[in-house]
């Protein structure tokens, strides 16, 4: 039987585009219009599975967690050498060599706090019509690590996604946290595996299939593009 691909990143396209009010971010109608005019484009090219060029900010989320992991190797970067002449071709240099001294100590901080752990584990799970994926960053010992680089940081910024969950039931595990780097401050997020935790998912995956399936335009593709393969 085939059953639909439910990952993070789908369920946060989906949660951007169809549960913001861009007009109470943007007081001005036009921006606030032609943001929600790209968030459309966005979950459409979401479900579609549209490949796109990887964004200087993704880059930058990218150079960070390696540096993390080879920190947590024992390689640290090489001093002299300057994130600009790096970034301009010089090669086999550590990826901590791409951030700058209070970037490079955040990337110290996390490394100490997931070192030992195991990296770039696949987790999914069959629940119903659903198969729920996700690959994380770092499991160490009973809890999972998911780092992030951002430009800013609030609280709770990741209380809506469902990653934190998804993983948890996947992996069997109770424990998840969130290791965010803005740059100059390493903030964290926990989560703990609820016992209601799978129907509170499943609810919201319900919630994403029943608005897609109510848009021929957006469920032409999810049925073609989001069944998960044998």
């Given at each position: 039987m085939s059953k639909f691909l439910i990952t993070p990143s789908l369920y946060n396209s989906f949660l951007y585009y169809a549960m913001t009010d861009f007009n109470s971010i943007w007081e001005d109608p036009e921006k606030a219009a032609e943001a929600e005019k790209n968030a459309y484009q966005d979950w459409l090219d979401c479900l579609n599975k549209v490949r796109k060029p990887t964004t200087e900010v993704q880059q930058r989320g990218i150079n960070f967690e390696n540096a993390v992991y080879e920190l947590t190797q024992g390689i640290e970067r090489i001093e002299g050498i300057n994130a600009e002449a790096t970034a301009q071709g010089v090669s086999e240099l550590p990826a901590s060599n791409l951030l700058d001294d209070a970037e490079y100590?955040?990337?110290q901080e996390i490394a100490e706090k997931v070192k030992?752990?195991?990296w770039q584990e696949?987790?999914?799970k069959d629940v119903g019509d659903y198969l729920l994926y996700g690959k994380s960053d770092v499991i160490r010992r009973d809890k999972i690590f998911d780092i992030k680089r951002v430009n800013s940081y609030e609280?709770?910024?990741y209380q809506k996604s469902i990653q934190h969950s998804i993983y948890m039931e996947c992996a069997g595990i109770e424990h998840f946290e969130y290791l965010i780097s803005n740059g100059?401050?390493?903030?964290s997020e926990y989560y703990h595996r609820e016992?209601?935790?799978l129907d509170r998912l499943i609810g919201k995956i319900d919630n994403m299939v029943n608005f897609?399936?109510?848009t021929p335009e957006f469920f032409r593709p999810f049925k073609q593009n989001w069944i998960a393969r044998e």
């Amino acid at each position: 039987m085939s059953k639909f691909l439910i990952t993070p990143s789908l369920y946060n396209s989906f949660l951007y585009y169809a549960m913001t009010d861009f007009n109470s971010i943007w007081e001005d109608p036009e921006k606030a219009a032609e943001a929600e005019k790209n968030a459309y484009q966005d979950w459409l090219d979401c479900l579609n599975k549209v490949r796109k060029p990887t964004t200087e900010v993704q880059q930058r989320g990218i150079n960070f967690e390696n540096a993390v992991y080879e920190l947590t190797q024992g390689i640290e970067r090489i001093e002299g050498i300057n994130a600009e002449a790096t970034a301009q071709g010089v090669s086999e240099l550590p990826a901590s060599n791409l951030l700058d001294d209070a970037e490079y100590a955040t990337a110290q901080e996390i490394a100490e706090k997931v070192k030992g752990g195991l990296w770039q584990e696949v987790l999914t799970k069959d629940v119903g019509d659903y198969l729920l994926y996700g690959k994380s960053d770092v499991i160490r010992r009973d809890k999972i690590f998911d780092i992030k680089r951002v430009n800013s940081y609030e609280v709770g910024k990741y209380q809506k996604s469902i990653q934190h969950s998804i993983y948890m039931e996947c992996a069997g595990i109770e424990h998840f946290e969130y290791l965010i780097s803005n740059g100059k401050t390493v903030y964290s997020e926990y989560y703990h595996r609820e016992p209601n935790n799978l129907d509170r998912l499943i609810g919201k995956i319900d919630n994403m299939v029943n608005f897609i399936a109510g848009t021929p335009e957006f469920f032409r593709p999810f049925k073609q593009n989001w069944i998960a393969r044998e």
